[in-house]
């Protein structure tokens, strides 16, 4: 029976995911959700700690403390945890914990007879750890840039520009706001590796996946990158693990496991890695050209590349995959059913209805264009939000529907251009996937089949399905990528919908002119400010 475990130590919950790979199914799950559960006592509202002026942190001991209410959950509902071959896991992107002299040894010792909490209380370097919705550090941003040789060198070297989100800012803040607090840490984790030392029982390193978060990681040799190190903050090198590929267990579960859930002695933890590398997994995207969408309340594109490419004009993130051999693109399109919703509501109609919409207006809409900016957007970025028309009458609900979806899938394609990627397929995932009609849309816009995709967690199938595939390579059976994740990433029977040939010319055109109509009015706002 071979049973992995996934874990996904999100902003608001820790997840947990058992699959069964003989039967290729998901055959438990569980969730421990942070306000819920420790809202009163570690003050969390939403997962975090928002202290105001842009610093949002969170409670690392909070998250030790789910870990065992998770893992008594799956224990108590009969989920043989023995029978477990191996547990990798996902930890959102960017946020850092920092440890002082004492975790080595307190994670080395623990006793199965008492709760982690209690054990490792006295870890913490810092009390609370920064993650990615702070925005506090700006300053520090521009200085490591500087520090480097500016933001264009910053972003050759380590694949992304400083953003406030990144790790290597947050920790330049703590060395300039904190420096004895700083000179106490002995060992900066990111919220992935400090899960996964909580199951070695020892400081485990931190994944190229997450690495590539950090604006420290040379993003070619999946290696800390000296001289942005050397732009963060003093000795900082002796404060990170090396990078360890994420393909190579770090070694047996603690013994603690063992006493307290039944967990087999040789359990294997695998490097857990960052939350979108993880769910480029889980989406199945190991193969260059696999193009993955989101579409939720932001639309976000996943993409599997096969170089290291950037977008200097900051139109996404550039990670390793943790497939050790690829790169993944993240591309977030801030107006996404917030803009579909928008146009949905002012006319009044159901879903249905813009979907019936959409089906009975005719490709290219004969001119009409939108650019659909009802809030600001991330990519392309603009400032201001703003809904721009052209040869579209503001009353007209059908027009109105078909350009506001034909302009969410011109700009996907205009703005992944970067990825250097001839996207050969698009799996669409969330609410608004289920709606044919989009769909055919974006298959006629990227001239590729489209697929609807049925995802719970991507981020912690793709965690299992890394743990699977370790634990296959320690026992000298290395399982190929593609055939790890195939199982487990199937499209929806019956869902893929095929590029209609006859509209490839009128899209290419459609581009061209949505290009140049985006184009102007971003100078257009630009000579304004
Ligand atoms: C990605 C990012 C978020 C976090 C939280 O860069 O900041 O997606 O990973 O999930």
Redesign the pocket.
Known sequence: MGRYLGIDA??QSLTAMVIDTDDEAIVADASVNFDAHFGSRYGVSNGVLDMGGGVVHSAPLMWVEALDLLLSRLRDEGVELGAIRAVAGS?????TVYLGDSAPAALASLSGDQPLVGQLERILARPTAP???DTSTSEQCRQIEAAVGGRQRLLELTGNTA?E??SGPQIRKFYQTEPEAYARTRHICLVSSFMASLFAGKVVSVDPGDGS?TNLMDIRQRAWSPAALAATAPDLQARLAPIIPATQAAGPVSPYYVQRYGFAADCLVVPFS???PCSLIGLGLVRPGQVALSLGTSD?LFACMDAPRYSAAGEG?L?ASPDDVHYMA?I?FLNGSLAREAVRQRFGMSWAEFGAALAATPPGNGGALMLPYFAPEIVPHVARAGVARRNLAEDDGPANVRAVVEAQALSSRLHSRWMGVEVASLSVTGGASANAPILQVYADVHGCPVHRFATTDA?ALGAALRAWHAERAARGQPLAWAAAVEPFTRPVADSTIQPRSQHAALYSRLLQEYAEFERRHLDSQARET
């Open positions: 999100s902003t930890g959102q992107q960017h946020g993650v990615w919705m953003f989100r990144f978060g960052g939350d979108n976000t993130a990670f993240l977030c981020a």
